[in-house]
């Protein structure tokens, strides 16, 4: 299978970055093919005005940065996608919100893409990983939230968070929860953890494990 792993923080060498390199470890060792891209090569612009700067000629977006790439030829054809993430200010950072608020340009019913993209961004599986300073569990709450939402709207499945405590770079791996295994696990464990989801009228076995 193919796995996108998309870093948000510009510190290549941070700790979200040694969470992204023990999951792509993790995917590689299962055998999927993996890759990895920082989201500041790609994202550069927010999300503006659609009715002021879609391209009146072809109605695609005109903003002036490699989002487009990012989506099409990155995200859309992945299998499985993870996110490593620093908590910013207790959510995700502004860049990495980007690119969810700029899939409106992409499946508005005037984009030339709306099939393409609504079609190829649904059924994919989704890892979260984040370093965060604080070990207060409500500190990650609203991003594991957000992305609840997120993968619920686009017809994901949002297979597991990794969250690791660490300020000083690199100091994650001290972790005593041991953030780095955990983020390795879901890497090699992305398409076979069984995520269950039941509704009242779900029918399902009295036992949870065959």
């Known amino acids: 299978m193919d796995i996108l792993m998309i870093s948000a923080s510009p510190r290549h060498d941070g700790n979200s970055h040694s969470l992204a390199r023990a999951a792509l470890d993790g995917a590689r060792g299962a055998g999927h093919h993996v890759e990895h891209v920082f989201l500041d090569d790609y994202v550069q612009r927010l999300l503006d005005n659609c009715r002021a700067c879609r391209r009146l ?12 790439e990012l989506l099409m030829d990155k995200i859309l054809p ?108 879901l890497g090699a464990r992305l398409f076979d953890i069984r995520v269950t989801d039941y509704r009242i009228d779900t029918a399902r076995s009295n036992r949870v494990w065959t």
């Not at 000629?57 to 487009?68: I, K, P, T």
């Not at 700029?102 to 059924?123: D, H, K, M």
């Open 78 to 185: 992945a299998d499985g996608i993870i996110f490593a993430m620093p908590l910013y200010f207790y959510g995700m950072p502004g860049r990495l919100k980007t690119v969810f608020d700029r899939l409106f340009c992409y499946t508005a019913n005037s984009a030339p893409e709306q099939e393409a993209v609504v079609n190829g961004i649904a059924g994919k599986k989704v890892g979260v990983l984040i370093s965060c300073e604080e070990n207060y569990v409500g500190a990650t709450q609203g991003v594991a939230a957000q992305f609840q939402e997120l993968t619920r709207y686009l017809n994901q499945t949002l297979v597991g968070i990794v969250v690791g405590n660490a300020n000083s770079r690199g100091e994650i791996v001290h972790d005593p929860s041991d953030p780095v295994a955990r983020a390795r696990d």
């Open 57 to 68: 000629e072809d109605g695609r977006c005109s903003l002036d940065d490699r989002y487009a």
